[in-house]
């Protein structure tokens, strides 16, 4: 079920584009290394992430591992700050325009999508008003309350990206939903924050807790004690 969500506030957005600007794009999707505007990306020596490490960090923050997602779009950056979860374990990121702000919004959550729940589902997470869809080609879009989207079905849950209608033209839009993909191990972990080893580190054992009855201390106290 898709539960609804706030978009980060305006008063965030100078914030996010000076942190969007710092390069957040696809490994590779930009100029080459080395050449002009390019970025030379992280060093030789770093290796990414094991798929184990990964997935304890999407956990960490409370996401299933399989509905996270990265995608890309002309002149758009992740906001890192703006990743998390929706909803119970789904996932969402927002990316800002460099040059206007505008927001792009990514997100995953369990569930399905046809022509009789198209139009009841919000269209942004904005409830109130019912969606108008239209197919395009393997995806739908949807359009309500000033905003618009590409929804695209998944084997159990749905991937949907999302702008308002005025401020993120349709052919970005088609773009970054066509563009969509699950991360590779580099994509992730630069996505994803660490886990918190406090999150993931087994239980620590305490010798004093008797192996029967509630589990309260031993304190051996006699009676008068």
């Keep these: 079920m898709m539960r609804s969500t706030r978009l980060l506030p ?22 080459a290394a080395g050449q002009p505007g390019g970025s030379a990306g ?14 304890a960090r999407a956990r960490a923050l409370g996401v299933a ?9 002309s002149g758009y950056a992740l906001a890192r700050q703006s990743v998390g979860v929706l909803g119970d ?9 460099r040059a206007t702000g505008a927001q792009l919004r990514l997100s995953a959550e369990r569930g399905s999508i046809d022509a009789g729940t198209c139009p009841e589902r919000p269209v942004g997470d904005l409830a109130g ?7 395009d080609g393997g995806l739908w879009y949807r359009t309500g309350a000033g905003w618009h989207e590409y929804a695209l079905p998944e084997d159990g ?12 033209p349709r052919e970005v839009l088609r773009a970054a939903a066509r563009a969509v ?14 886990a918190d080893p406090a999150a993931t580190a087994p239980p620590v054992e305490r010798g004093d807790l008797p192996s ?12 008068g004690g």
């Design 10 to 31: 305006s008063l965030l957005l100078p914030a996010l584009v000076l942190l969007a600007a710092c390069g957040t794009e696809r490994p590779g999707s930009g100029p």
């Design 42 to 55: 992280p060093p030789a020596s770093a290796s990414p992430a094991g798929r184990g490490e990964l997935d």
């Design 65 to 73: 591992p399989e509905l996270v997602y990265v995608t890309e779009a």
């Design 89 to 97: 374990d789904g996932f969402s990121a927002i990316y800002v325009a």
């Design 129 to 135: 008003e019912p969606a108008v869809c239209a197919r």
């Design 157 to 168: 849950h749905v991937v949907r990206v999302s702008g308002e209608a005025d401020a993120v």
């Design 181 to 194: 993909h699950r991360p590779d191990a580099a994509e992730t972990a630069a996505l994803l924050p660490p």
């Design 212 to 223: 029967v009855g509630d589990g309260a201390p031993r304190n051996d106290v006699r009676a």
